[in-house]
């Protein structure tokens, strides 16, 4: 995880704060849990425990010191030295300190008067209520044991007409028994929606990733007669579970200005040998026309090690957008851009990564195999997963003429 900035004294050294001047929960820290934490840690998210009040927060407050301490919550693995990006969860130093003063205080609630206005959520969405939700069309009865290949569901829009997606989210029936679904958008007379350039994905859903929220005037398109194909990866967990998982859309009021699609540099050939440490894999991704690039989504499985997007421009300049020194594959985050970066025709992504194959990687399954690309967890995958916008007018005529 991220090293920590402050001094030990700043951080620690405030267990003589007391009395009036001590951090009360309801005057300080609320704010920063509403802020930072409890879109996951409320009722029915991924997070264990609620922190949506004092009573649920209080005897979790040396543990929240110590996770936001070591920099473990909330997750984020981007190194500070290269990009900027607007959903960056790290707290700041003056937030550490604050929660830190407040559990040596002796984590006091202070006057529940102080408190600030409740962050609102709709029950069971991150996106707000949406316009209309799809789930897999069937009950998919998960065994209690055994390994599951990949599962495709294919759902019908039923559109009559192109509608644009101003935010998606995917929502896991049973957690215990989902590792991850991606959503497809497979286009009227085309065979294969999972294949390609990977511009086809709506929105995937992983621990950590966040729910699609586009920026206004910005959409992803799905036209008139496609179909929504959920791939599901299942695991089990040694209890039978009946899953029917479902994905929520918000439609965009009017035709945006930009068309967002999913871009992949990614690589299918490696092979990691028995026991190798660090195993570089690279792969690389060239822009067809001028483009925006506006997010990032490293993906490795357990032998992930770090993952490195660099950006090489047609006339030679290199620059690091994005670095993950750590992996961490219990944490599959996106790096949303704060400004987009604009990308002309020829600009190529590169993306490296190394895998640990060795016993020294605890997660490792097993070091005196080789590994190549696979669906299961046990084998491995590369790629630099990333969204970027083009005129969506361009795109409009574009598609009229084929």
Not at 236 to 257: F, H, M, Q, V, W
Not at 373 to 389: H, K, L, R, V
Request: charged share 25%.
């Amino acid at each position: 995880m991220l090293s920590l900035s402050l001094s030990s004294a700043a951080v620690f050294g405030a267990a003589s704060t007391t009395g009036a001047s001590a951090p009360t929960y309801s005057k300080n820290v609320a704010r920063i849990l509403n802020e930072r934490c409890v879109e996951c840690h409320r009722a029915g998210e991924i997070a264990p425990m609620a922190f949506t009040n004092y009573k649920e927060v209080r005897p979790w407050a040396k543990a929240i010191k110590d996770r936001v301490a070591n920099r473990a919550m909330p997750p984020w693995l981007a190194d500070p030295a290269h990009g900027q990006f607007k959903n960056d969860r790290r707290l700041s130093d003056q937030e550490l300190s604050t929660i830190s003063a407040w559990v040596a205080a002796g984590a006091p609630e202070g006057d529940p008067s102080d408190l600030p206005p409740a962050p609102t959520f709709e029950t069971g969405w991150n996106i707000g209520k949406p316009d209309q939700v799809f789930d897999i069309g069937k009950d998919y009865e998960v065994p209690a044991e055994g390994t599951i290949a990949y599962q495709y569901f294919r759902v019908p829009t039923n559109f009559t007409e192109d509608k644009w997606i101003q935010a998606a989210e995917i929502r896991p029936d049973k957690r215990g028994v989902v590792h991850h679904i991606i959503v497809f958008i497979q286009e009227p007379g085309k065979s294969n929606a999972v294949g390609g350039e990977g511009g086809s994905l709506l929105v995937g859903w992983a621990p950590g990733d966040p729910a699609l929220k586009l920026e206004a005037g910005t959409g992803r398109l799905v036209k008139a007669g496609s179909t929504l194909v959920f791939q599901v990866h299942y695991t089990t967990n040694g209890k039978p579970a009946t899953d029917r998982s479902y994905i929520g859309l918000k439609y965009s009021s009017e035709p945006p200005k930009y068309r967002a699609l999913t871009g992949r540099a990614l690589n299918f050939a490696f092979k990691i040998p028995a026991g190798a440490p660090n195993h570089e894999v690279k792969s690389s991704w060239t822009a067809k026309e001028d483009v925006e690039l506006a997010g990032l989504m490293p993906h490795m499985h357990v032998r992930g090690k770090d993952f490195k997007y660099t950006v090489v421009y047609p006339d030679g300049r290199e620059q690091v957008i994005l670095s993950v020194p750590k992996y961490d594959f219990n944490w599959q985050l996106s790096y949303e851009l704060k400004e987009h970066m604009k990308l002309p025709k020829g600009t190529r992504i590169d993306c490296v990564a190394h895998f640990d194959n060795s016993p020294n990687n605890k997660y490792n399954p097993d070091p005196t195999k080789e590994v190549k690309w696979g669906d299961q967890t046990w084998e491995e995958m590369m790629i630099g997963w990333f969204t970027y916008t083009v005129p969506a007018q361009a795109e409009q005529q574009r598609a009229s003429l084929q």
